[in-house]
């Protein structure tokens, strides 16, 4: 009998509409569900990856000045062989070239162990030797002024030094020799990178003396809980996540909510669906009350028509499933859509679906499918087989 009420119905073509769209409406959802948290995982996954890598995972720094020293910094290479440690002074400056100036931090560093702690500075050094007033800076900061190599490019430090009766900001030339690309324009223009004892010597800093150790870690989670209980009390480590706490929990709730929208989808569907039923069993009143008079079960009804709701969402699903990774497939191999690399990170659509949000959503549409099943089945069964057969 379910293969029968599946077919269209010449006398009733509005059962089998309704049908349809309630399937089409499955498809939709499931799809745009699969497609839009793929995304979403995506951006979530490169924003990470890039914020690890210009943040640093795990960063020492002081709790007063002179705790961040060469003896914890080589305490820790020998205690921690797994992890690469890098030493940095850094300071504000503004950049100037001509006309044209821009803010931002020079990081006084050892290019060696940066390089070690820094996927992308160690491409940008790779194969190249640097003098200690020699200075890398970010490609955008790079194309934005119009820079060259071996140009000599100012900085001015918002330290000051005396200078007859007034106070003057301290002034260095630095003679560029690269450029290295993160992916996020705000890092490329802000960050400048030169050598450790060019700093110091700017900063009036001794050499045994450090702002703070860049940490680079394969799992920063777990090794923050190492570091903390081995650090003096003078000093402590924090994770890259602690400065982008609230940029990822905005992250979350807008993928929670979004994956709640789009559920409404297949909700509006779920109404065609109980409609459709309901239609079906009003037209098919005398059939069901000569089944149960010919000794049907009221469970045997409820299952027909439960059945019948399933068939429709299930496939519905599964369709919808098949042009959802399809869909990602397109988008993963062909430049159908281009994002601003400066400003995403990436060129290229980001899609990651994780198994969590797949399984979420096609047990959600499950449910709902059966929940709004369930409501005709149960009128079907409670069919009044006396009136209907008197009647009809």
Do not use: C
Not at 66 to 83: D, I, W
Not at 183 to 211: C, E, F, R
Not at 319 to 344: C, E, K, Q, R
């Amino acid at each position: 009998m379910v293969k029968r009420y599946l077919r269209f119905d010449q006398d009733q073509p509005f059962i089998f509409l309704s049908a349809l769209l309630a399937f089409l409406g499955i498809l939709l959802g499931v799809m745009v569900l699969i497609i839009a948290m793929s995304l979403m995982n995506g951006f979530d996954a490169e924003f990470r990856k890039k914020l690890t890598v210009m943040n640093y995972p795990l960063t020492i720094i002081p709790k007063f000045y002179g705790a961040v020293n060469t003896t914890l910094y080589e305490n820790l290479r020998k205690k921690f062989p797994s992890m690469a440690f890098s030493p940095y002074v850094a300071s504000p400056v503004i950049v100037r070239r001509n006309s044209m100036m821009e803010g931002g931090y020079l990081f006084g560093v050892d290019l060696e162990a940066e390089a070690r702690a820094n996927k992308v500075l160690a491409h940008a050094v790779e194969g190249k030797s640097y003098k200690k007033f020699d200075v890398i800076v970010g490609k955008t900061l790079f194309d934005d002024l119009f820079l060259n190599d071996d140009e000599r490019l100012m900085y001015i430090f918002t330290q000051a030094e005396p200078g007859g009766l007034t106070l003057t900001p301290k002034i260095k030339r630095f003679k560029i020799k690269g450029s290295f690309d993160s992916g996020l324009s705000a890092y490329d223009k802000a960050y400048h990178y030169t050598s450790l004892a060019a700093l110091q010597t700017i900063l009036n800093l001794p050499q045994s003396q450090y702002d703070g150790i860049h940490i680079f870690s394969d799992d920063p989670h777990k090794d923050i809980e190492k570091l903390q209980a081995y650090l003096p009390e003078g000093v402590r480590v924090k994770g890259w996540w602690e400065d982008n706490v609230s940029f990822f929990s905005a992250l979350e709730l807008e993928k929670h909510a979004l994956f709640i929208v789009l559920m409404l989808i297949i909700l509006i569907a779920a109404v065609n669906i109980i409609s459709s039923l309901l239609m079906t069993v009003m037209n098919r009143r005398s059939e069901i009350a000569l089944f149960i008079s010919l000794g049907a079960s009221e469970a045997e009804v409820k299952k027909i028509f439960l059945y019948l709701g399933v068939i429709i969402g299930v496939t519905g699903i599964f369709a919808g499933t098949l042009l959802g990774l399809s869909g990602l497939w397109i988008l993963s191999n062909f430049d159908i859509i281009s994002l601003p690399a400066d400003v995403y990170g990436t060129s290229r659509l980001p899609l990651k679906l994780s198994l969590i949000d797949f399984f979420s959503i096609i047990i959600g549409a499950f449910v709902i499918v059966v929940l709004s099943a369930w409501y005709p089945a149960k009128k079907a069964a409670q069919v009044d087989v006396l009136n209907v057969l008197r009647n009809e």
